[in-house]
Every structure is written in structure tokens, then in C-alpha cells.
């Protein structure tokens, strides 16, 4: 305060009158955290196939139990697959699997095997293991990028409205979805998170089949 009159009180200022300095923390919108949580799990998630392939040979992964008992080939080829398919839905972009990689991986079913019976899918093979881990890193790694630059907006766009068609309405991601339909983010978690662990749990129940440990404490 001054001693004269004409002089007019300056304010008192506080650190968060100055503009130029911030209020305290900036808070992440729900959206930032939903999708850094996303992304930080689907990186564990393959972080697990890719411990697991390290850790198998092909004899392993292509083991036939017994009639009923689906090999870790089927396991594998199918979430590769599946999930290549699915980031179609979820994107419009054309999956990487084609007939230059069928010729390469010579899986003994090129089928994904989504709607065929137990009965057929126990003789899935695959033939050239590096070929097969090359095309699963290659759809991870196009995940992961994807996930790295996507605007924390587009969770929320509808991916399929309300009513699904019968090939989504017996899905896992139709019991997720909300009054709607289902989102990009019940797609990337339906579909290839929740996904990819349970494909990955079926895979750490056949390795003990032949000899392998689990893949986590």
C-alpha cells in the first residue's frame, strides 16, 4: 500500500492471477487416460506372444494333443488373423495378410477358423515359423502405431450401430457395447485386447501340454 492518496492500491497478485503462469497441474481429460491405459496394456498384451514365440519351436506350437484338443498353431494363426481383419472394421484399412504371406507361412488351414468346428480347426499347422512371426509383429506393430497417433476423440465413434447383424450379435464386443452399438474403443478392447488374452491363456494352457511354463506369475 502507498502513503499517497492519489496513488491507487496496486492488488495484491497471487500466482494464479499471473496468465502467464498455471493454475497447478493440468488434469488429463478422461479420454487421455482411457486411451494411454489402452495403450500401455495392448504393449503388455504382445509383450506376452512375444515371450511366448521366443520361447516355443515349431514342433511345440504345432503339437496335436489329442481329437478336440486345438494345437497353439490354431491359437496363434487365428488371433494374427482375427485381429488383421478386425483393424479393417476399426480403420478401413486392408488387412496385411494376402497370398504373397499364405505363401510364405503355408499354414495348413488359411482360415482364421472363426466359423469352423473344433473338428476341423485341430489340423491347423503352420509351416514356416519365422514367416508367421514376421506377419504377427507386422499386425502388433501396425496396432501399436495406430494406437500411438490416435486422437483421444475417436473412442468414442460408432463403429456398429444398433441392431448387429448375427456375426457380431453372438460376439463378446455385442455384450460390451452400449445402447448404441459398439465404439472404437469396445472394438480395440473387445476385439483385440480381451482378444488377445484369451487366446493367449488357451496358449499358456497348450505349452503346458508339452513341457512349457506359463508366460506370467
Known amino acids: 500500500m502507498t502513503d499517497d492518496p492519489t496513488v491507487p492500491d496496486e492488488p495484491t497478485r497471487t500466482v494464479t492471477d499471473d496468465p502467464t503462469v498455471p493454475d497447478g497441474p493440468t488434469r488429463p481429460r478422461p479420454a487421455d487416460l482411457v486411451l494411454d491405459s489402452l495403450t500401455r496394456r495392448m504393449r503388455a498384451m504382445h509383450s506376452l506372444y512375444d515371450d511366448a514365440l521366443s520361447t516355443m519351436d515349431l514342433d511345440q506350437v504345432n503339437h496335436f494333443e489329442r481329437e478336440g484338443v486345438l494345437p497353439i498353431a490354431f491359437s496363434l494363426f487365428h488371433i494374427a488373423t482375427m485381429v488383421d481383419a478386425s483393424f479393417m472394421l476399426m480403420t478401413g484399412t486392408p488387412p496385411i495378410w494376402d497370398d504373397e504371406w499364405e505363401a510364405r507361412v503355408r499354414p495348413a488351414i488359411a482360415d482364421h477358423g472363426k466359423h469352423r468346428t473344433v473338428a476341423e480347426m485341430v489340423n491347423q499347422r503352420i509351416g514356416d515359423y519365422e514367416a508367421f512371426q514376421e506377419y504377427l509383429q507386422a499386425v502388433f506393430h501396425r496396432t501399436d502405431e495406430w494406437l500411438a497417433g490416435l486422437d483421444p476423440a475417436e473412442i ?51 505349452r503346458g501340454l508339452v513341457g512349457l511354463g506359463g508366460m506370467t506369475s
Open 156 to 206: 468414442s465413434r460408432l463403429v456398429i450401430p444398433r441392431p448387429f447383424p448375427p456375426q457380431i450379435a453372438s460376439t463378446f464386443s455385442a455384450r460390451v457395447a452400449g445402447p448404441d452399438g459398439i465404439t472404437l474403443l469396445d472394438a480395440a478392447e473387445c476385439w483385440i485386447y480381451q482378444h488377445g488374452l484369451r487366446h493367449m491363456g488357451e496358449i499358456e494352457l497348450a
